[in-house]
């Protein structure tokens, strides 16, 4: 005899939170439960019971645990973040809100398995953005790396940031074009950068997403560099990222022994790690070079925001531990030491597989190279 399935209770508005929270629109919702609109809305309204599978359905497709699905309401995230895309009518990617309740989680995991706190610090309000950037890095001592490949570079000014600031920098597959990067203002601060881009945007991006945090906000961008369609804070942390890495006094006493000709322009993308529009947009801003050439040079325009080759086998070691931030495992393999926490805890905080548990957590700690 076939046993009958038993019809579960949903808390009323429950599944509809759940499905925006993920970033998915009814039809989009729908077609991935493969059910219709009309069914959809049923459910979500409480006038369709559901099965317990159909439940582990839902769950699998919003990823949210199950046990979510039998809460009276959907979590809220404590910290909103701002939306500054340009398009900001356009529903956020269900990637991207991956990527957001992942940042969450790790924030809510570290508070408690430690007690340290990001040390963000404070300047002027009245600071311009050239301003703010001198003092930022005279604050910090932060230098300009003596590396020659940009990977290195990123990893260099990550380094430093979660070292010097006590802040977690991960990257995650966003899969969105509007979506450069995030951040999170908390007590464990966060920036989450696109894995797809090209390392000299998530360089740039990293820098305006800390630009946030040190005005204490938290914030979704698109990071268009040139700064059409911007907000004013857009502006502002665009050109405060343009001077940690393109420092204004330095790129005028090397313009006074070089000329802005083109192999100029692409030499000074290299030495500094940036796309040659940063570069080309730093002398406009300067009155280094006529509004002339910067139109002609952005008529011509053609570096993409994501690498044109990916070839090989990728390192999924590597890709690990940059979704999940050198600082997070410092503090996850620390508390595991000491205790506080289970290697399943551990595993589960740092979302990796069993096997690589030794390499992460254990007493030689992760050996590899962001």
Known sequence: MISKEKNAVIAPALLRKLRE?????????????????????????????????QIRKFSDIYQYPLVTFFEE?????????????????????????????????????LQEISEEKSKIPEFSSDYTATQLAQAFKERIQLDKPAVKKSEDALDYYKTQLENKMGIIIIEYPLKAEDVRAFSIHSEISIVVLN????????????????????????????????????????????????????????????????????????????????????????????????????SAFKKAF???????????????????????????????KGAHRLGKISTADALDILNIKSKYAEKFIGEGGYSGSN
């Open 21 to 53: 929270n993920t970033g998915y629109s009814e039809q989009q919702a729908s077609r991935k439960l493969d059910i219709s609109i009309e069914e959809l809305i049923k459910i979500e309204k409480c006038e369709k019971l559901i099965t317990i599978s």
């Open 73 to 109: 309401k959907a979590p809220e995230y404590p910290h909103k973040l701002k939306d500054y895309r340009i398009n900001r009518n356009k529903m956020i990617n269900p990637e991207v809100r991956k990527a957001e309740r992942r940042a969450y989680y790790l924030i809510n995991a």
């Open 195 to 294: 894995e797809k881009d090209a390392t000299e945007t998530k360089l740039f991006s990293l820098f305006h997403e800390f630009c946030h945090l040190i005005k204490r906000s938290s914030a979704m961008c698109s990071i268009e560099i040139n700064g059409e369609g911007a907000d004013q804070i857009e502006f502002y942390c665009n050109e405060f990222a343009s001077e940690v890495l393109v420092p204004t006094n330095e790129l005028r006493r090397k313009l006074s022994n070089i000329d802005t000709s083109q192999k100029s322009i692409t030499d000074l993308s290299k030495e500094y790690f940036v796309s040659k529009q940063v570069i080309m947009i730093k002398l406009l801003t300067n009155g280094l070079i006529p509004q002339e050439r910067y």
């Open 302 to 332: 053609d570096e993409k925001l994501l690498p044109k080759n990916r070839y090989g086998r990728r390192n999924w070691e590597k890709i690990y531990l940059k979704r999940v931030g050198k600082k997070t495992v410092e503090k996850v």
